[in-house]
């Protein structure tokens, strides 16, 4: 019995491996630095060098609760080695940590950094970090919250 | 003393502090700052109007490296696909092209300020040997001696109006190379350079003199077919190199009234020239013909030259057994004989069909009216009869000659049989 219950558990492991994704490790895919990019008029904001499109009104509906609200403002965006994109902007309460998901992006994590919004939110890649800097505070991101 | 150290070392720490929180800026506006300030020094590279401007440029460039080179790993990686190296060696690059054209500039300039002298000195030299070969056409009877002095004149001044057509030609062309690029397409300080050398050149008032003076050579003086056909040749280049430049100069000049209307000008002047030149082979041309006595009506161009001459030969025709033979054969051989065929067909009709003066059909035309004169003044047909009947009565002479010795003969053998 004892040796059985051996030879099913050595079969489960290579049905497990055998089933397992192929995963291409490791990899950094973190930007240089962040960029700004202006909302249209249909709320999507496009980045040339990376080259993707993506509507960002749904994240306005989330900071507030007007998804109008997109419409001409500006959008920072940051992605760090880990593949974590960092969204925030002017007056933004929250930065909001997405990951590529099929046809968009899903939300991972939320950080409240200020309760009256950042006045003027710049970040920068300090990989494996994200520094996110508004006026004289300094606030070091990464995908496991804010470190400090 | 203690506690002042200890105020001094706050005081140290606070301005650090103050110094860590303004320089803590995003990386994207430092990007955007640098990308800012490349692309001001481009733009004054590409609008620089001098050597100087140049050189300070070279310095902001060298500065702006100098500010940036501790964000060059940022930059590396931000200013894709170039690199912070590869940046600075392009708009060094661009810089030093820039220079390299003020440095052609200035030696472009420098030739054309020595070409305006030999120009000056030149048309100087023009003037007085024009007024002196004037005076030396107005003596009534020429020795040898002035004819003599007259034509080294003569030479001297077409050598010098060569010369220096060559001059302003060099000028020309060395505009020609600023045009490289369409007119609408330069930029003020391009613009510039060309105002300044058509100035420097003295461009325009020196086309109209080398016009001008080679209107006035072909006054004073007594010009043989090679001499009309290469000055026609000058013509045809120079307007040439004017039709490729006349047009983008009058762009540039876009909005300048003064220089528009000389641009204007001188396009009527290259078309005087051309005329002047016409005239002058169609007048020596019709001198040919008025020195053997032979009216031709008044022409200008190949069409009208070939009715005159085909008028005038119609008239002879019609004018045979009105005229006296004589006169009428004297007439037609000083035209063919003396003129046409010993003067203007070999010596004229070729320059004046090169220079489309004349078409080979206005040739023809002439030659088969000439052909169908010659039929009445010398007729082919009489002139072949009148061998025919010499050639027959020679050939019955002989014939009669060789009968009347055979019939000799037959009479002589009978005596001698009748002596056996």
Redo the contacts between chains.
Sequence with gaps: MRIVKHVLLVFLVFISASCSKLILQPADFAW?????IKIDDKGFIEEP?YSFTINVKPLFQEEFADSNLAIGKEI?IIRDNLGYYYLTGINFKNVYLFLPDEGGMQLEETYLISETGLLSP????KSPNIEL?DG?K?YILNNNGIVR | MKSKKVINNIVLACLLLLAAVTYAQSDFEKTQNFKTRYKQLEDGIKDAITLEECNTIGESIAKLKKEFINDKALLDKTLYPETFESSFTKIEKALEVRKGDFTQIVELTTEVGTLKTQITEISEKNKSLIAEIRQLNLKGEKDAATIASLQKLVAQLRSNIQQRDMLVRDIVDSLLTQFVKVPSTLNDAEKQNIYSKVEAGNLFYNIERTISDNIQFMRVTELTPEDLSEMKKQHKDFNKVWRQIGPRLADVYLGKQDKTTEIASIDNMFSLWNQRINEEIWNQINKLFREKQISLLQFNNGDQFTTSVVSFIDDEIKNIGVKRPEESENTYYAFTDSVWFQTVQPNWVPILIENKMMTEANKDTIETRIGKWKEYIAPASAFNWYYIILIAVIIVLIIAYLLKGKKKTNVDIPSADSNQ
């Design positions: 240089p630095v962040e960029n700004v060098r920072r710049v970040m920068n890649q800097i004289d300094i």
